[in-house]
């Protein structure tokens, strides 16, 4: 089996990259800076140089492999321009399907998010919940699904779609202040905090991921990756804080002037290219619901998450600690 990982440069395809080649799969990883990747290239993994931003390339990284992950994405920067993300989370999956058929490639899984859902007002959500994108990481992430499946349909190329609820685990940088804010007894709760929070730990979506590259039944389905438990975020900070040995935050503040200060913040840096020190999608992480069924993963390609929150949440803080990161 030959694959090849994009954003493996980054937590998620890095950590599938280096799982993949661990189970003896000849892993080829597309990159901008091939010298900035010496610890791919250690744990045995190809370098091809190539830019989500171009097309032009990309086949000749797809060539001869028999799945394509494509994982790289531009998560939330409030100072990129919005074209900026619709080319690299929207066009280039159209490009990658392409690509890989071009290739001839037998299937590529695409990595979108379970945010093109918004806010969940019934949870759990499946599949067919609908589409309710909230800002432009989640807008341009739908289009990259629309954009790979039309792709898809036009080369005959085997295509699944991955949404992955919020990912957590060693040498992810996302929750990072979440988890020292908590472990330094400096973390402040917005809101009531009862809202869900669904958390996948990196090796379960790995792993899941591996599946759906592989299970033939997977082709043309979409399948949402979570992990096992559904907390509320006042469990999940109470959870990090037991592991992590201290008192769980008490402090919640009101919403509404954080949600203002970050309106204000975004208005002024965004046209100077700066990033807000508080913006919006950041204090909506206190407001918005995210609980996920994930029947169809579990039934038709076998998917089984089985890391728990406090097992996974105690890696992670490990990880934290040894890094010099807490």
């Not at 096992?228 to 402090?251: C, F, M």
């Not at 069924?293 to 998450?305: K, L």
């Amino acid at each position: 089996m030959k694959a090849l990982v994009t954003g493996a440069t980054g937590f998620t395809g890095g950590h599938l990259a280096r799982a993949l080649a661990l189970r003896g799969v000849q892993v080829r990883a597309l990159v901008r800076k091939p010298e900035a990747a010496a610890d791919l290239a250690a744990a045995g993994i190809e370098l091809v140089k190539g830019d989500l931003e171009r097309r032009e390339g990309l086949a000749d990284a797809a060539r001869g492999v028999d799945v394509v992950y494509h994982v790289a994405a531009l998560y939330r920067q409030a100072s990129l321009p919005e074209a900026t993300y619709h080319r690299v989370n929207a066009e280039s999956a159209g490009w990658i399907v392409d690509a890989a058929a071009a290739a001839g490639a037998g299937r590529v899984v695409h990595c979108s998010t379970v945010g093109v859902h918004g806010d969940i007002e019934r949870p759990p959500a499946n599949e067919d919940a609908p589409l309710r994108p909230g800002d432009t990481y989640q807008v341009t992430k739908l289009e990259g699904e629309r954009l790979a499946r039309a792709a898809a349909e036009r080369t005959g190329i085997e295509l699944v779609i991955v949404r992955p609820s919020g990912i957590y685990g060693p040498s992810d940088r996302r929750l990072l202040k979440l988890f020292r804010g908590v472990a330094r007894r400096r973390f402040v709760v917005l809101g009531d905090g009862e809202i869900f929070y669904h958390l996948t730990h990196v090796d379960d979506l790995v792993e899941g991921f591996r599946l759906a590259g592989a299970v033939p039944a997977a082709a043309g389905r979409t399948y949402i990756l979570a992990g096992p438990e559904v907390t509320t975020l006042n469990e999940l900070v109470t959870i990090v804080a037991e592991q992590a040995g201290v008192k769980p935050p008490s402090l919640h503040l009101p919403v509404w002037p954080f949600w203002i200060a970050g309106a204000a913040c975004e208005a002024v840096c965004a046209p100077l290219g700066l990033e807000p020190p508080i913006y919006r999608r950041r204090v909506d992480f206190f407001t918005k619901s995210r609980a996920f069924d994930i029947t169809r993963a579990r039934t038709e390609i076998g998917y089984s998450p089985a890391i728990g929150l406090a097992q996974g949440v105690r890696q992670t803080l490990d990880w934290y600690r040894s890094a010099g990161w807490l």
